[in-house]
């Protein structure tokens, strides 16, 4: 009898391991299958070719994604945009250009801030090799002002046109946030509305906003070049000293209302970290210009050329007396050089007033690629003011002076 209870009780045992072990391997198989599951599906993703403006790369499917949610970089299409940023790598806020229209992204947070409201994003941002990854569903929801193409896992981003037969110079759609991808976008009639834009700083610049925005936005487009001359005669009013000069006794002057915008640019400038640079050069009277044009003239002839060639050669860098744009005292030389010279396009300087400089009123007179237009060599270090209004349309034509008063002449 006791023997039987002892049997009893050691198969009793063994049935209760065994019960246990099959339960064991059963759960152990499910995990182990549901996991095998989710990697190989995962891996029968393909890789994502991403092609956002002329910026064109693959990421793999692990990288491409979040979890079910295609993902795509916003730092690419802020840059695609022309959208100027705030803040750090794990929070931004992003401004479009020509307008106070923003939103605000967090890194691991599924809430955006459009123009200070919440929108759910529906999954969240991620921060990889410092740059800001968003739902492209999303994007495609809330953003006008671009196009959004994808299918079979590749995405194609492009900048909306007003425009699209103007191949060499196409005229962009302003970026908008919105709840709707809908919302129509009408090219600005200029001869209508001369509003100037409004933008984002990181320092309080309230105070030179009449400056940069004057009440007259065509008081100061005045065109000078070898065809549209200045009398010998002609000297601007209200020209002060200008305050951000080069600290070497020099006193140069400018317009005061141009002067006071470049203040601001200035102080901007300075709170981005570029604190070298300043101006070597203002207004310049007529004679002072024809002294320049005849010393540079006497330097290039003591290589052995006649007066006639060396003018020649002194024609695609400096003025004659009657055709500078510095006797009308609203432009300025600026670089952190010892003397100006096409080496400071290669200045981190230099890149950041070329991306901000119309905020403030001032369009680079002289860019390079329009050689032919304005009749000048590439001079980055020579700022012009016009105003915040026709400076951010010259900026966003992609004109120079001379196109951009032909193109006011023929759409006004």
């Not at 459009?114 to 999303?138: E, W």
């Not at 330097?299 to 052995?304: R, V």
């Not at 270090?381 to 193109?407: K, P």
């Amino acid at each position: 009898m006791g023997n039987t209870r002892k049997s009893q009780k050691r198969v009793s045992k063994t049935n209760a391991v065994s019960t246990f072990f099959i339960v064991f391997f059963v759960l152990a198989a499910v995990i182990i299958g549901w996991l095998a599951l989710d990697f190989f599906s995962g891996t029968k993703r393909s890789g994502v070719l991403y092609t956002i403006g002329k910026n064109e790369y693959t990421l793999s499917a692990k990288e491409a994604y979040n979890g079910d949610t295609l993902m795509v970089c916003f730092d690419d299409i802020a840059v695609l945009c022309e959208m100027t940023e705030t803040g750090s790598a794990q929070s931004r806020t992003f401004f479009a250009a020509n307008s106070e229209q923003s939103i605000a992204i967090e890194a691991d947070s599924q809430i955006a801030l459009l123009n200070g409201t919440k929108v759910d994003m529906l999954a969240t941002a991620k921060l990889r090799d410092g740059k800001l990854y968003v739902p492209l569903l999303f994007v495609e929801q809330y953003m006008s002002g671009i196009e959004v193409t994808h299918d079979s896992g590749d995405v194609e981003i492009r900048r909306g046109e007003y425009n699209a037969s103007t191949k060499n110079n196409p005229l962009y759609q302003d970026t908008v946030f919105t709840g709707t991808a809908e919302v129509p976008l009408d090219a600005p009639d200029a001869s209508l509305d001369k509003t100037a834009p409004t933008y984002s700083f990181v320092t309080d610049l309230s105070a030179y906003e009449p400056y940069m925005c004057p009440e007259d936005p065509d008081a100061y487009l005045i065109l000078v070049n070898r065809e549209t001359t200045i009398s010998a005669e002609y000297v601007p009013g209200n020209l002060v000293e200008i305050t951000n000069v080069r600290k070497d006794g020099r006193t140069e002057r400018m317009v005061e209302t141009a002067e006071k915008a470049l203040q601001a640019l200035f102080i901007e400038m300075r709170a981005a970290g570029y604190t070298d640079v300043s101006v070597t050069s203002g207004y310049r009277s007529y004679e002072k210009q024809a002294y320049l044009y005849n010393l540079y003239t006497e330097n290039e002839m003591k290589a052995g050329i006649s007066r006639t060639e060396a003018q020649k050669i002194v024609d695609t860098y400096s003025a004659q007396a009657g055709t500078s744009e510095h006797q009308t005292g609203l432009c300025c030389d600026m670089h952190n050089l010892g003397s100006a010279s096409q080496k400071f396009a290669k200045q981190e300087a230099y890149t950041w007033l070329i991306e901000n400089c119309y905020k403030f009123g001032f369009v680079l007179r002289f860019p390079e690629g329009k050689e032919d237009i304005t009749g000048y060599s590439f001079e980055p270090w020579h700022y012009r003011f016009v105003g915040r209004y026709h400076a951010s349309e010259m900026h966003r034509l992609d004109m120079c002076l001379e196109e951009y008063i032909e193109y006011l002449a023929e759409n006004q």
